[in-house]
Structure formats: structure tokens, C-alpha cells
């Protein structure tokens, strides 16, 4: 599943540490979240979502559909 996660997140200048302190997740949970080695559990998505204030379905794009 593709992302738009390194962009919302390099937009509002944040390191991926403090992305990761922002959602209770460790460090390599975002670099994998980004390069899209991991796809996020459903409440891991509300939670990105909700930060950045956007639509789950804006944030992750379903390659499959």
C-alpha cells in the first residue's frame, strides 16, 4: 500500500522520531510505514489520520482498486 506519509511529514518539517513520538510508535515503525515494508494496523490509520487533521483514504492509497 502506497503512502503519502514522508510528504505530510517532511511538510511540516518533522523528523520521523518526532512523527513517531506523536503516534506512540518507534522510529523504524514510521521508516517502515514510509517506505511501505508495513502497512498500519486499523486504529494505527485513525491515529495518522486524526494528526493530520485528513481522510484516511488521502493519506493511504489502496494500489488493488
Do not use: C
Not at 1 to 18: C, G, I, P, T
Not at 22 to 41: F, K, W
Amino acid at each position: 500500500m502506497k503512502n503519502r506519509l514522508k510528504v505530510l511529514r517532511a511538510e511540516r518539517d518533522w523528523s520521523q522520531a518526532h512523527l513517531a513520538q506523536e503516534l506512540g510508535v518507534s522510529r523504524q515503525t514510521v521508516n517502515a510505514l514510509e517506505t511501505g515494508r508495513y502497512d498500519p494496523s486499523l486504529p494505527l490509520a485513525f491515529k495518522i489520520a486524526r494528526l493530520f487533521e485528513m481522510p484516511i483514504e488521502s493519506i493511504f492509497i489502496d494500489e488493488e482498486g
